[in-house]
Structures are given as structure tokens and as C-alpha cells.
Antibody, heavy 117, light 112 residues
Framework: EVQLVESGGGLVQPGGSLRLSCAASGFTFSNYWMSWFRQAPGKGLEWVANIKPDGGEKNYVDSVKGRFTISRDNAKNSLSLQMNSLRAEDSAVYYC??????????WGQGTVVTVSS | DIVMTQSPLSLPVTPGEPASISCRSSQSLLHSNGYNRLGWYLQKAGQSPQLLIYSASNRASGVPDRFSGSGSGTDFTLKISRVEAEDVGVYYCMQALQTPITFGQGTRLEIK
């Protein structure tokens, strides 16, 4: 079964750090662009970052540039999002997703990040 | 950044009736490969988004044929031929032509 499972969410203080992980299974992970999305409570969907299959290209939304880092380990079928200098506005459900030709056909179940003192 | 604008934002529909959602982009979504990088997603309450339509007009695997997408360039439409109770949720259009990938505001479909 093709599956993405996120983990690593939790409660963190403003200015703190958190590392999210996404475990992929059921497909050849190294063939696909991967992305992180997020959804703040009661809000719409927002793309956060993506990474090329070989990890050689990474893109970020402006609001997280310099604070978040996307990475992947193709040997472990794993995607990560290192989040530093967290702010209250980073509180959201974070989803990883697989894309093909610009279509995001596989999504994880999400992991909740809460930034609060 | 490409701005995506959806309408309406709220859509009450009687079961069995058709429904239509419009999505407009601030610039053309036509990729060099000839396909529009426009997708439609449905997010049901408490669930992850699910892909309905990709490349503006192609139904994703397992999506009922009552869902259809059309349009090209900057104007796109999602149509549901006969709404069913299970279609309730928030519908988003999304452009993936360039980063940052951006979404419309979402259209909340509810059953009358």
C-alpha cells in the first residue's frame, strides 16, 4: 500500500525547534518530488517547501525561508522538515505529500505543531 | 506569486443537483508540456486533502465520474453533475506551475 506517515509534531515554545519526519512506503521514494504543506486551525492549505528526487533542489515559501530546512534520505525512504525559530503563526497541521507532474496524489495523515508559551 | 481566486466561497446544494466552482489564476497555468498545472482537491472534515482532478481536466484514480474539470490558461471550473451527501467538504484549486505553489481560498460545499 502506498503510504506516507508523518511524525514529530508537538508543543514547542516560541523560538524553539522541531523536526518533522515523513516515512514513505509502497512506492519508489527516490523517483518523486516531495512537499510539505500546512494548515493553520480553521484556515486554508498552504504549501511550505518541496525537494527534488535527488535532493538537489529545494524551494520554500517566503515565510519560512531561513528558518525551515527540507531534506530527504532516499536510502531510508524518509522526508524531513527541520523547523527553527518557531513562531505562533507556524502552528498548524503539517502534511507531507508526493507529487507527480504537479499533482499531489498521495498525502499523509498530518502531524500537529503547536507553538505556544 | 500566482494568486488563485475561487468562487463561490460557500455552496449550498440540494442532493442530486449539479454544482460548479470557479477558479481563476493571476497568470496562465499552461506548462511547456501543453498541460495546465491546475489541480482540484477535496478536504473532508478531519481528513487530509484528496486529489480529484489533475492537469485541469483529468480525474484522479478512484474519483467518481460525476466530477469533471475544465478550463485552460487562467480560468478553470470544477463541476459535480449530481451532488451526493459524501461530497460535503472544502474544495480547493491549486496551481503547481511555479513555486510558491498556491491555493484558492477554498469553497465549502454543504448539503441543503
Amino acid at each position: 500500500e502506498v503510504q506516507l506517515v508523518e511524525s514529530g509534531g508537538g508543543l514547542v515554545q516560541p523560538g524553539g525547534s522541531l523536526r518533522l519526519s515523513c516515512a514513505a512506503s509502497g512506492f519508489t521514494f527516490s523517483n518523486y518530488w516531495m512537499s510539505w504543506f500546512r494548515q493553520a486551525p480553521g484556515k486554508g492549505l498552504e504549501w511550505v517547501a518541496n525537494i527534488k528526487p535527488d535532493g538537489g533542489e529545494k524551494n520554500y515559501v517566503d515565510s519560512v525561508k531561513g528558518r525551515f530546512t527540507i531534506s530527504r534520505d532516499n536510502a531510508k525512504n524518509s522526508l524531513s522538515l527541520q523547523m527553527n525559530s518557531l513562531r505562533a503563526e507556524d502552528s498548524a497541521v503539517y502534511y507531507c505529500a508526493r507529487s507527480s507532474g504537479g499533482a499531489f496524489e498521495i498525502w499523509g495523515q498530518g502531524t500537529v505543531v503547536t507553538v505556544s508559551s | 506569486d500566482i494568486v488563485m481566486t475561487q468562487s463561490p466561497l460557500s455552496l449550498p446544494v440540494t442532493p442530486g443537483e449539479p454544482a460548479s466552482i470557479s477558479c481563476r489564476s493571476s497568470q496562465s497555468l499552461l506548462h511547456s508540456n501543453g498541460y495546465n498545472r491546475l489541480g482540484w482537491y477535496l478536504q473532508k472534515a478531519g481528513q487530509s486533502p484528496q486529489l480529484l482532478i489533475y492537469s485541469a481536466s483529468n480525474r484522479a484514480s478512484g474519483v467518481p465520474d460525476r466530477f469533471s474539470g475544465s478550463g485552460s490558461g487562467t480560468d478553470f471550473t470544477l463541476k459535480i453533475s449530481r451532488v451526493e451527501a459524501e461530497d460535503v467538504g472544502v474544495y480547493y484549486c491549486m496551481q503547481a506551475l511555479q513555486t510558491p505553489i498556491t491555493f484558492g481560498q477554498g469553497t465549502r460545499l454543504e448539503i441543503k
